[in-house]
């Protein structure tokens, strides 16, 4: 199996950028997934990987092999698509069987090979079936076979699963990762669900704009998002972002109509303080010790965004707590529900993951804890995360 | 606002029957969701207590009062569609005040702009109230289309599928939004969707329908706790329940081709010698001293939740353990099954064993 590697990669069509210049290495064996919403330039970047679609500059590798400019064919590489092209008067074995046998390969060759597929995808029971008589996971399936067969250097999909129901969705994702690791085949694949990239990538490269916005492992992407977009686009819900000021330690908030919230069509702009009880704001987050050096040193008087996860989020007694707010709405999501919260404007709304058993009707005050381990902070004029060290991330 | 009620509906097309005997009562002020998979007859029965489709039995009742007879206008009922159906060369303010001008109602303007402001207050599109609906994005047109079916206090809202033609977060986000409004304005809704995380996190209760015939109505912990038969059971929950082939055996349940045996509770004496075990992936949790073993096979972490499968003997399971973990791939686990929520089901009717 192949390493690729990407070197300064550009597209342009015209003056505009499809992808800008991209530095990527996917190792051998890998299973690096493409994600970001539409338009975003993933598929322009995979096409280019594949051949489909020229380089505007740059060099792509496969191991030592420079190949920016080979044909398609010549690359070795499979190409996995949403859609899948079975021909259709061929039956799923035949279908399968197709690449060896143009490339003249050996009878015996042939049946070994199919035979192969066909054990470590399950599905015998379908080979004399024409495509016409196969269900879309079956179809899918067989045109993954059908790929596998050639046994490439790499594999390219373009959203494999885009055309599948929810349920189905979820089951070919446990195939196909599970394929990947009987296999290893270094694997490029591309998506604009985050759910799927999450539950299937070895590390995820989140893309917006023609640009990479993090390449990380999901567990990056989803605990240290890089920057805003990247916090917002991954999770589900997405990374809670509270906007406040920093000073002395202490993230000032709004809550308890102290603090109001400016605000720019649907995106908060900035906070500030309202005159409270005692002149003090009531709702005031008190900033770990491990970031208050990189806080003080960026951001003292400054806007802050603080970012946490709903599970970050501690409810243990809803009368203690650092944070305030008041029950905004609850769901139940079978194994737990989300609690969803408002400090003090309906612009503001934390999800918060709790107990199935904590029931509180919509206006109910709240207060709760983060962990302190699992927040992270945002410089509202750049997007981008603070790290620990006091440098930008 | 009314409460409403099917007895004992039928529908016909042609040689199909699409409503198959269907009942339920939908009280006032609550959130009452439909939930099926396509072609189950959810959006006939929605447009059978509209009015646009006349069933051939039965009867639709609001507040008691049968209105079979009455014209949709007459049952004063308001929609939201899937597609938005608003007039994009008028404004937001216009095609929110639409409703309220029509002849029938006669609304004086300045009580219109009272009420068209309220409700652009209450979904938050104040700030478009001037603007084309052409130029506006898909959650946001999907808000104004919301808004013309508040803006009014029509008797029920009819809800067919709203967002599911919006993307993820925006589906989240108005998700939300809806179930506040609908719990602050205390309005009696149906919602037909075929999305079961829109029906556990909506509704007040759920009916769940297939092939034209209802099989279960209850709270969302009801249909999540107390599946009546197999179907409910797999229909709802991300990621499945896990269902295994089980036997009852000296004093025993055993778990087909897996070491899982677990001690019977008082309860499952009455259990046939074989039967369908249902296990919620959460109640499959990693323990230290847990009573079985098996080999991570994958792991999918999905962020807010991670699932683990884990093969033990010829069977696997599947666990979701909360937020991110450091198991990897081909670990050895032990883990336990909480005995407390274990489903049974009969193989040959599907149904519920042991209520």
Sequence with gaps: MATITLRQVEKKFGDVHAVKPVDLTIHSGEFVVLLGPSGCGKTTTLRMISGLESVTSGDIFLDDRQVTWLHPSERNIAFVFQFFALYPHLTARENIAFPLQAEGAARDTIEKRVKEVVDLLQIGHLLHMKPNKLSGGDKQRVALARSLVRRPAAFLMDEPLGALDADFRERMRAEIKRLHLNQNATTVYVTHDQIEAMAMGDRIVVMSNAEVQQVGTPAEVYYDPANLFVARFIGSPGMNLLYGRYSDGVIHLPGDNRYAAEQSGRSLTRVFPVQGQNGVPDNHYRAPEAWRPALEKQLSGQDVIIGFRPEAAQVTNTAEGQLKAEVYADDMHGAYSMLHLSLGSADMIVHVRASRDLKLPIGAPIQFDLNPEMVRFFDPKTEKALSRGGQHG | ?355
Excluded at chain 2, 37 to 63: M, N, Q, S
């Design chain 2, 1 to 355: 606002m009314a409460n409403v009620t099917l007895q004992n509906i039928i529908k016909r097309f042609g040689q199909l029957t699409a409503l198959a005997d269907v009942s339920f009562e939908i009280n006032n002020g609550e959130f009452f969701v439909l939930l099926g998979p396509t072609g189950a007859g959810k959006t006939t029965t929605l447009r059978v207590i509209a009015g646009l489709e006349r069933h051939d039995a039965g009867h639709v009742l609001f507040d008691g009062e049968p209105v079979d007879h009455y014209t949709p206008a007459d049952r004063d009922v308001a929609f939201v569609f899937q597609q938005y159906s608003l007039y994009p060369t008028m404004t937001v303010y216009d095609n929110l005040a639409f409703p309220l001008r029509s002849p029938l109602r006669r609304t004086p303007e300045p009580d219109i702009r009272k009420r068209v402001e309220e409700t652009a207050e209450k979904l938050r599109i104040s700030h478009l109230l001037n603007r084309k609906t052409a130029r506006l994005s898909g959650g946001e047109m999907q808000r104004v289309s919301i808004g013309r079916a508040i803006v009014r206090d029509p008797r029920i809202f009819l809800m067919d599928e709203p967002l599911s033609n919006l993307d993820a977060k925006l589906r989240e986000a108005l998700r939300v939004e809806l179930k506040h409004l609908q719990k602050t304005q205390d309005s009696t809704t149906l919602y037909v969707t075929h999305d079961q995380v829109e029906a556990l996190t909506m509704a007040d209760r759920i009916a769940v329908l297939n092939q034209g015939r209802i099989i279960q109505v209850g709270t969302p912990d009801d249909i999540y706790d107390r599946p009546s038969t197999m179907f409910v059971a797999q229909l709802i929950g991300t990621p499945g329940i896990n269902l295994f082939r089980a036997s009852r055996d000296n004093g025993q349940l055993q778990v087909n081709d897996s070491p899982i045996r677990v001690p019977v509770a008082a309860s499952a004496g009455e259990l046939p010698e074989q039967f369908i075990l249902g296990v919620r992936p959460e109640d499959v949790q990693p323990e230290p001293e847990g009573a079985f073993t098996g080999q991570i096979v994958l792991i999918e972490p999905l962020g807010v939740e991670t699932i683990l499968h884990i093969k033990a003997g010829q069977q696997t399971l599947l666990s979701s353990v909360s937020g991110m973990t450091s198991w990897r791939m081909g670990d050895a686990i032990r883990f336990d099954i909480i005995r407390e929520h274990l489903h049974y089901f009969d193989p040959a009717s599907q149904r519920r064993l042991l209520k």
